[in-house]
């Protein structure tokens, strides 16, 4: 059953007339596909829901969580700052902002612990973070299953972010339908406004860094 059809049938979600077609990608031609589109992009906006809490993704940095290297994981969020705020700036120049809303579950897996201290370190380098609660979407989980990360490009593309059950990266499906790219980009800003959602750098500050350092994973 495909979670992001039923997303648009919903009620509690975006609504859509149509389910639209769409088109696999494999893992590097989704990279290629939303870099080429997210460099057209001028004067808009960009939206990503985040709704997993474990992705088996690979990058040093995870690479560092997964062999529990903690300190070395905290020295590379600090060593791409400057990388992280080149890339805001060209963004700022075309006009275009590119937000992420995070779901977040508590107790916090240790995958979550460290995606949200490197989420705090890219939102202090110009790339907007918010964090909700599980519970807010939980009515709509309940009728269509757990959420997809969804991202749209502007107005122009719609990408549902396929993974496996264990977080491993499949590639995505990408919509071009305008319905459908509206539909989602309106559920997605909906939530990162949503009274509950929170900056994540105070969410942070609360809620992450008094903790102890997570286990491998």
């Keep these: ?106 107790p916090l897996t240790p995958y979550m612990q460290w995606e949200l201290t490197t989420l705090a370190v890219r939102a202090e380098c110009g790339r907007p973070v918010r964090v909700l609660d599980h519970a807010h979407i939980a009515p709509t989980e309940q009728t269509v299953g757990p959420l997809p990360e969804l991202v749209v490009l502007g107005t122009e593309v719609l990408y549902e972010v396929r993974y496996t059950g264990r977080g491993v990266h499949q590639g995505a499906i990408a919509y071009t339908d305008p319905d459908a790219i509206h539909a989602v980009r309106d559920y997605i800003r909906g939530l990162y406004e949503h009274p509950a959602a929170r900056d994540i750098g105070p969410y942070v500050s609360r809620s992450v860094q008094h903790l102890p350092p997570p286990p491998a994973a």
């Design 1 to 106: 059953m495909n979670t992001f059809l039923n997303l648009l049938d919903n009620n509690e979600g975006p609504r859509h007339a149509r389910r639209p077609h769409g088109t696999p990608l494999t893992v590097a031609d989704y990279s290629a596909h939303f870099q080429q589109t997210k460099s057209r992009i001028n004067g808009d906006s960009s939206w990503k829901l985040e709704r997993a809490q474990h992705f088996e993704e690979t990058s040093p940095g995870r690479e560092a969580l997964r062999s529990g290297d903690w300190q070395g994981a905290l020295r590379l969020m600090e060593e791409g700052r400057a990388g992280i705020t080149a890339q805001a700036a060209q963004d700022t120049q075309r006009g275009h902002v590119f937000h992420r809303l995070r779901v977040v579950e508590e």
